[in-house]
Structure formats: structure tokens, C-alpha cells
């Protein structure tokens, strides 16, 4: 069993920058690959980052590239988002999840998600 808890959402101005964080515990953590989602109303949830299990490959939607950077914290349980030049199409709640199969950009081969984080930008 693997717990998340995303946090480090809230309302911005567009072209401002928000870091969010996620907190995972759990046993057998090492063997999951961790993610970024969000979804916004109306929609679909959608990739927007991942890390591999082991921290050293990473992939973005091409809608963040350059802007979205996936990185892990120096305890290995802990993920982040650095979210900058935020636009208001990135308005969604953002959600951290944990993986068991290898595709990492599909929502699908994830199996544990926290409780999602709100992020606003205004225009």
C-alpha cells in the first residue's frame, strides 16, 4: 500500500511560478515510479510529468516543456513539481500518483493518487 499526499497548490497570477509537493509512504515505495496528473472541470485527467523508479528519466506533455520541471526531493519519498510561466489553461487539480506498469504517461499504469491539489491561475 502506498499513501500520497500532494500539497503547495493555491491561486496565481499568470506568468507566476507555484512548487508543488508530494509526500509518499508506504511499503515496497522504491519499486513504484511516481507522476504528476491534473484534471481540469469538464475533462479528462491528463499527464503533465514523471519521474522512473530510480529518479534518472523523466517525461513532460509537450503543453509544459520548458515550463514544468519533475524532480525528486533528497529523501526519495518525496516528489516535486516546479511549475513556472504558469498560464490559465494550467488551471486544474493537480494529483501525484504511483505507478506499477511502464508506460508512464498513461493514466492507466498508475494504481495509488493522493487527494489532488487545486491550482489557479489567473489571467
Known amino acids: 500500500q502506498v499513501q500520497l499526499v500532494e500539497s503547495g497548490g493555491g491561486l496565481v497570477q499568470a506568468g507566476g511560478s507555484l512548487r508543488l509537493s508530494c509526500a509518499a509512504s508506504?511499503?515496497?515505495?522504491?519499486?513504484?515510479?511516481l507522476g504528476w496528473f491534473r484534471q481540469a472541470p469538464g475533462k479528462e485527467r491528463e499527464f503533465v510529468a514523471a519521474?522512473?523508479?530510480?529518479?534518472?528519466?523523466?517525461w513532460y506533455v509537450d503543453s509544459v516543456k520548458g515550463r514544468f520541471t519533475i524532480s525528486r526531493g533528497s529523501a526519495k519519498n518525496t516528489m516535486y513539481l516546479q511549475m513556472n510561466s504558469l498560464k490559465p489553461e494550467d488551471t486544474a487539480v493537480y494529483y501525484c500518483?504511483?505507478?506499477?506498469?511502464?508506460?508512464?504517461?498513461?493514466?492507466?499504469?498508475?494504481?495509488?493518487w493522493g487527494q489532488g491539489t487545486q491550482v489557479t491561475v489567473s489571467s
Open positions: 500518483g504511483a505507478r506499477i506498469r511502464p508506460i508512464a504517461t498513461m493514466t492507466e499504469s498508475y494504481v495509488y
Open positions: 508506504g511499503s515496497a515505495l522504491s519499486y513504484f515510479g
Open positions: 519521474l522512473s523508479s530510480s529518479g534518472s528519466s523523466t
